[in-house]
């Protein structure tokens, strides 16, 4: 709990409801997160965005609720409830399935008022039928999933989440254990790749069967529609996997194309036929922290201008697939590091970049923490998914 905080002062719970109170849910954030020049705002019209159904394609296949927490007529926390009825459909075993419902997008003053907002959601996710909560999911698995509890000390690459370190004791608190952590990975570039990883690389660029190149810009379409199918089979296993809906694809081409570089993002091909990917985004948080979610009336034009010279640049890989047919086998290890290879060239030749984070990678992706270890990174940030019976 806060110092000199009244607790007789009645928290109150508000479900939101139209667009003034979707609006004070948005701006809650940024005031909760002044204080923390690590906080990334992102741009209030992505939030409208995500929370929009009509707009965000998540809300075809979820349900969801919003709820503010209100003390002394002054917002003071929020919190989303949400089923997502694909993650419903999913095998147990790999962290949904039936009776599962999430919650995300925590903000909270202090901890009775976290308390009070989880509380509210566990209570909207029972009367929806939900027997265990997971969360923070905010809102989607392939958006900001989990609690940073490590790596407070630095911005988060763009798609990453930032939050207060205090909310790690406040949800354990709440009853939530650890379901499961996501690690990121924190390299230099500039000097490349330990000489064994180098060995492994020549290795395959002898073999006449393996084909590594950048996604081809001027068949955007069909790249992603390449990157998509592959990830949907390599990534069927995994825990938490969702899968992509035919309109969620069109949405993640139009709004992942304008940080999809030229040369940073690669297909491997084998004998011809695409079997793994690589994805290296430019970090475009360098901009964003500069902005305070806001992109007019000026920042819309800065943006477009640093998205079509955007250097020096870091980069963040938040994406890589083999098809299933390779996994845990050399080839794939060996497609790996050619791929962030060939990605470490480009990024450090044409946008000057200095650094990469890997990530996330599950806890237990044994084949991804040991690529990450003989590249040379580091652990820098963890984000803990938790769970709760209801």
């Known amino acids: 709990m806060n110092k000199g905080v009244n607790v007789s002062d009645k928290i109150d719970i508000v479900p939101v409801s139209g667009k003034g109170a979707l609006n004070a849910f948005i701006e809650l954030a940024y005031r909760i997160n002044a204080d923390d020049p690590n906080w990334v705002p992102p741009l209030r019209a992505d ?27 002054r917002d003071v926390g929020r919190i989303s409830a949400h089923i997502d ?29 976290a308390h009070a907002l989880i509380e509210a959601a566990e209570d909207w996710l029972r009367g929806q039928g939900m027997t265990r909560s997971l969360g923070p999911i905010s809102l989607s698995i392939w958006e900001e999933p989990g609690l940073l509890v490590k790596g407070h000390d630095h911005p988060p690459m763009v798609l990453m989440g930032h939050h207060k370190a205090e909310y790690e004791g406040w949800v354990e608190n709440a009853g939530y254990e650890v379901a499961k952590r996501l690690m990121t990975y924190d390299l230099p570039v500039e000097d490349g790749f330990p000489a064994i990883v180098d060995r492994i690389v020549k290795s395959g660029e002898r073999n006449d069967k393996i084909i590594v190149r950048p996604i081809d810009l001027a068949k955007f379409d069909d790249e992603a529609e390449i990157i998509i199918r592959i990830l949907n089979e390599a990534w069927s296993k995994n825990w938490g996997f969702v899968p992509f809906t035919d309109t969620e694809k069109n949405y993640a081409k139009k709004k992942l194309k304008p940080i999809i570089l030229k040369g940073a993002n690669m297909i491997a091909e084998l004998e011809g036929e695409p079997v793994a ?13 500069k902005m305070k979610g806001k992109l007019f009336p000026f920042n819309w034009i800065k943006l477009l201008w640093w998205l079509r ?6 980069f963040r890989v938040p ?39 890997v990530g996330w990678i599950l806890e237990d992706n044994a084949g991804m923490v040991a690529i990450a270890n003989a590249i040379e990174s580091n652990c820098n940030r963890e984000y803990r998914i938790y769970s709760k019976d209801l």
């Open 319 to 357: 994406l890589m697939g083999v098809v299933s047919k390779w996994q845990n086998t050399r080839l794939a290890s060996q497609l790996a590091f050619m791929m962030i290879e060939y990605i470490r060239r480009s990024g450090v030749s044409t946008y000057g970049a200095k650094r990469a984070e």
């Open 47 to 73: 939030m409208v965005e995500l929370l929009t159904p009509g707009r965000n394609p998540f809300h075809e296949h979820a349900r969801m609720q919003l709820f503010l927490a209100k003390r002394g007529g």
């Open 277 to 289: 990917f690589m994805l290296a985004f430019p970090d475009l948080n360098q901009q964003l922290i």
């Open 309 to 314: 010279n955007p250097k020096p640049t870091d």
């Open 85 to 113: 009825e694909l993650a419903l459909a999913q095998p147990p075993e790999q962290g949904m399935g039936p009776g599962t419902g999430n919650w995300g997008l925590l903000e909270a003053e202090d901890e009775d008022v």
